[in-house]
């Protein structure tokens, strides 16, 4: 059976992480063949992908790891980790 | 996350020793221990606060449990794991203190896949990371995890941004394979539609500055 666009899009996410079954990757793939429009908004979800995971967003705020480190130090000063045993 | 003197997740041996070295009295080697996950843990913890001053308490209180708590962490999961479930666990009880959490229910958002219309721009499919470097694309794509429901941001957040498999993703959510799935699906699909015309626009941008700025040369 071919697919149309609407089938198509409800695969997009499993497409892009290689999960499909092989028999709806192949008609996904013969869609995508003719199907600009499909291409095209796999193609940007493939990109938004990449964008999101760049180390570049979700930065972190200025002076972040020197505060995390010196309250940190404030703790090791003074205290061994817990020995086994105290649930977490 | 990547500078070069940060221990690589990928070589268990030198975490192991690391730890050992903590819990037989070197206390200061925790701080090598945890920073090349730094940015990972608050990108965990803004995805459920989603306020960088409260991320970051997150993240410290969170260390310090994870120091404290160390002799418990087995090595049946990656240290990365341990430390972001402890992170999830510390921003979850935050939440619940402040009566936020669930802040938005699924329920009320509820959008099937099948009614969902992506934005089909065929002029348009991508722009480069070097885009990145740009702080209003950085903040559209910000804004745009964001914004989306509760749920959805934290599949998107362990799976597209910290990049854990599936399965692990399912297991620091308490929740099956087949539901990150479908969860992700749609939180990509969200961010599709409403990060292209976005995008497409500033790419748009990109390309006139490039033209008038090579005419300023005229």
């Given at each position: 059976m071919a697919l149309n666009c609407r089938h198509v899009w409800e695969h997009i996410s499993e497409y892009i992480d290689n999960t499909l079954d092989p028999q709806i990757r192949a008609e996904v793939e013969r869609h995508l063949a003719h199907c600009e429009i499909c291409s095209a908004i796999i193609d940007s979800t493939r990109n938004i992908i990449v964008l999101i995971a760049d180390e570049r967003v979700f930065e972190l705020p200025l002076d972040f790891s020197k505060r995390l480190h010196a309250r940190l130090d404030e703790v090791l000063k003074h205290e061994d980790p817990e020995p086994l045993g105290i649930g977490l | 996350m990547t500078s070069p003197a940060t221990v690589d997740p990928g070589v268990p041996a030198p975490e192991q020793e690391l730890i050992a070295s903590i819990l037989s009295g070197e206390r200061d080697n925790f701080h090598l221990l945890i920073r090349p996950y730094e940015q990972q843990l608050y990108r965990t913890a803004l995805a459920l606060v989603k306020n960088e001053a409260e991320a970051e308490d997150v993240v410290q209180e969170a260390v310090l449990k994870a120091y404290r708590k160390l002799a418990s962490f087995r090595g049946d999961s990656k240290f990365s794991t341990w430390l972001v479930s402890i992170t999830l666990n510390e921003a979850r009880g935050r939440l619940r203190k402040q009566n936020?959490?669930?802040?938005?229910s699924l329920d009320s958002q509820q959008q099937d896949s099948r009614d969902f219309t992506p934005a089909a721009l065929t002029d348009w499919r991508e722009i480069p990371q070097t885009a990145l470097e740009r702080a209003e694309i950085r903040a559209l794509i910000e804004d745009a995890v964001a914004e989306l429901p509760e749920a959805y941001r934290e599949i998107v957040t362990l799976r597209?941004?910290?990049?854990?498999?599936v399965k692990e993703t399912a297991e620091l959510l308490g929740i099956s394979v087949s539901l990150v799935k479908v969860r992700l699906h749609r939180a990509r699909m969200m961010l599709q539609k409403k990060l292209v015309p976005h995008l497409k626009l500033a790419a748009k941008k990109d390309w006139k500055a490039g033209i008038f700025g090579r005419l300023s040369w005229l």
């Open positions: - | 936020r959490a669930p802040t938005d597209d941004v910290e990049e854990f498999g």
